[in-house]
């Protein structure tokens, strides 16, 4: 861990890096099974963003929050992913309902001084620290060694050791980048700036498009029949906003069978190639307007591949024959490498670019 100055805190949303789908669903799941043993004010709290971040197909909006548990976990996993307030909220209410490993965890920090000193820290705002990986992971490992029971709950000990120590798991192939110097990494960017009072809505975060909108609602009379029928309106409103996101996330659906068909159909020639982290290319990091293209890249890449094994395979019959086939795979070679550079790097700085949030 270094020692550099505190940073502005971290994004909440940023653990969702780190954390696997399954897991996240698994925490989501037990703050909602555990409704009695939360004290009364955390579960309004969750039923509050609940209500005002999650949709249920089939429930109005505003009323995901009366939902069955098994059908509004997956909206609530998305949220979760997307909003700080959900974030924020399920996992602090994810903590009460863990006392049992809270305890433990603390008792096994106020026995290291360098922990100790970070416990019970606030972080519900953002984390004021980071740590890698690596880190999170050795201190886990240590802490089974004093309680074997909780052997079998590794991801719940990793969750519960960043959230009493206010740190942010950073992934050690970019923890580069929260080690630089200030002026150097995108945290000045990023500094608490103080909030105009004064500030319009048309400068807020809601496009301007929906703000013009807006408007003539704001000159409707409060008597005018309209505002009896707005619950169906929001609802035709976000029956059409889920039809456009699924056309815009298409993409990414697009995206994620060419790297299936990839490593389905050329694993030999991945590994051939020294190609063998594309089970890593995460789709989650990648933005769905630059998806398509990135998809067609990979299958040009597979293209590629099956060029190359056609040339292998041929016949030749007099030595220019060979020579002439050699040339054409070293070509084809060259191609697949500068291919696969392009792709690599393309999802590499999607992942960096999340911690630059």
Not at 279 to 294: F, Y
Request: charge should be negative; proline fraction near 6%; include cysteine.
């Amino acid at each position: 861990m270094n020692n550099t100055p505190r940073k502005p805190p971290y994004p909440i949303i940023l653990i969702n890096n780190v954390m696997n789908p399954d897991y996240r669903e698994k925490v989501i799941r037990k703050v909602f099974t555990s409704r009695g043993a939360l004290s009364p004010e955390t579960n309004h709290q969750v039923d509050e963003v609940v209500r005002k971040f999650v949709t249920v197909p089939n429930f109005r909006p505003g009323h995901a929050h009366k939902a069955p548990t098994g059908v509004k976990v997956k909206g609530t996993t998305q949220s979760f992913e997307r909003s700080h307030e959900v974030c924020s909220t399920f996992l602090q209410a994810w903590v009460e309902a863990s006392p049992g490993l809270q305890d433990a965890v603390k008792k096994y920090t106020s026995t290291d001084l360098e922990l100790a000193e970070a416990i019970n820290v606030n972080w519900q705002s953002g984390f004021p620290d980071y740590w890698a990986v690596s880190d999170m992971v050795a201190s886990s490992n240590a802490f089974h060694e004093q309680f074997p029971e909780y052997a079998e709950q590794d991801d719940d000990v990793c969750l519960m050791f960043c959230l009493e120590l206010g740190r942010l798991p950073v992934p050690d192939d970019v923890i580069e980048l929260f080690q630089l110097p200030k002026d150097e990494t995108f945290m000045e960017d990023h500094a608490e700036q103080p909030v105009n009072q004064n500030t319009e809505r048309s400068e807020s975060q809601i496009s301007p498009v929906w703000d013009n909108l807006i408007l003539p609602w704001e000159n409707l009379p409060a008597e005018s029949l309209e505002w009896d029928h707005v619950d169906d309106f929001i609802a035709m409103l976000h029956e059409l906003s889920t039809q456009k996101l699924n056309e815009r996330n298409a993409g990414l659906l697009h995206l994620r069978e060419a790297i299936e068909e990839l490593i389905q159909e050329a694993k030999n020639f991945l590994e051939f190639f020294q190609a063998t982290n594309v089970a890593d290319w995460n789709v989650d990091h990648i933005d769905p307007l630059s998806a398509e293209a990135l998809a067609a890249s990979i299958k040009k890449l597979r293209i590629l591949f099956d060029e190359y094994k056609a040339l292998d395979q041929r016949s030749v019959s007099s030595l220019a024959e060979r020579r002439e086939r050699r040339s054409l795979m070293e070509r084809t070679e060259e191609e697949i490498q500068v291919m696969y550079l392009e792709i690599n790097n393309a999802f590499q700085q999607s992942a960096i670019r999340l911690f630059r949030i």
